[in-house]
T-cell receptor, first 114, second 114 residues
Framework: AQSVAQPEDQVKVAEGNPLTVKCTYS??????LFWYVQYPNRGLQFLLK??????LVKGSYGFEAEFNKSQTSFHLKKPSALVSDSALYFC????????????FGAGTRLFVKA | DTGVSQNPRHKITKRGQNVTFRCDPI?????LYWYRQTLGQGPEFLTY????????KSRLLSDRFSAERPKGSFSTLEIQRTEQGDSAMYLC????????????FGDGTRLSIL
């Protein structure tokens, strides 16, 4: 079965410190990978995607993600966290041979302390 | 703002009643998706449309659920004979064609079953 795992329910960092939110996946074929962010009572907002090419992908609001094919991981990173980055983050996978169905992880809540 | 619009934002109803939600996607997007999200979980795929054609439905979508996109523009999701387990946030998203395209989400309709 195809799946996406976000092993940490929550991540806590101090403002100004680097942050990492982890994601691993288990799918057949070469997937398209996405990160989304969700603020309270709002829908998800697209941050970045990996399709092919460079393993380091840059996205919105200073976020980036590192794709590692051998470890089937797609971790979200930011060099310097802001309090306003506090939100719920979702990793998502779409399999090219799987139609347009997207599989989402359970989410990781990020807390950034001032 | 020409993002994805969902109505109503909140719906409270008694068990056994029928409910209908509406989604207006971004106008140039030909793909439209419905998801269900419960507390502490990522969005679960329900169904998607390419223009007016419903191309895939999840096994989560029981016979009580039906979705339409009659003219390839707005979409409706109807739940008949609601049950307690239907309480959730129902999210709509739209995208351009192509599996590498990110989805743009509305703010959702929160359904509460009394």
């Amino acid at each position: 079965a195809q799946s996406v795992a976000q092993p940490e329910d929550q991540v806590k960092v101090a403002e100004g410190n680097p942050l990492t939110v982890k994601c691993t996946y288990s799918v057949s074929g070469n997937p398209y990978l996405f990160w989304y962010v969700q603020y309270p009572n709002r829908g998800l907002q697209f941050l970045l995607k990996y399709i092919t090419g460079d393993n380091l992908v840059k996205g919105s609001y200073g976020f980036e993600a590192e794709f590692n094919k051998s470890q089937t991981s797609f971790h979200l990173k930011k060099p310097s966290a802001l309090v306003s980055d506090s939100a719920l983050y979702f990793c998502a996978v779409r399999v090219p041979t799987g139609g347009f169905k997207t599989i989402f992880g359970a989410g990781t809540r990020l807390f950034v302390k001032a | 703002d020409t993002g994805v619009s969902q109505n109503p934002r909140h719906k409270i109803t008694k068990r056994g009643q029928n409910v209908t939600f509406r989604c207006d996607p971004i106008s140039e997007h030909n793909r439209l998706y419905w998801y269900r999200q419960t507390l502490g979980q990522g969005p679960e795929f329900l169904t998607y449309f390419q223009n007016e054609a419903q191309l895939e439905k999840s096994r989560l979508l029981s016979d009580r659920f039906s979705a339409e996109r009659p003219k390839g523009s707005f979409s409706t999701l109807e739940i008949q004979r609601t049950e307690q387990g239907d309480s959730a946030m129902y999210l709509c998203a739209s995208s351009l064609g192509g599996q590498n395209q990110p989805q743009h989400f509305g703010d959702g309709t929160r359904l509460s079953i009394l």
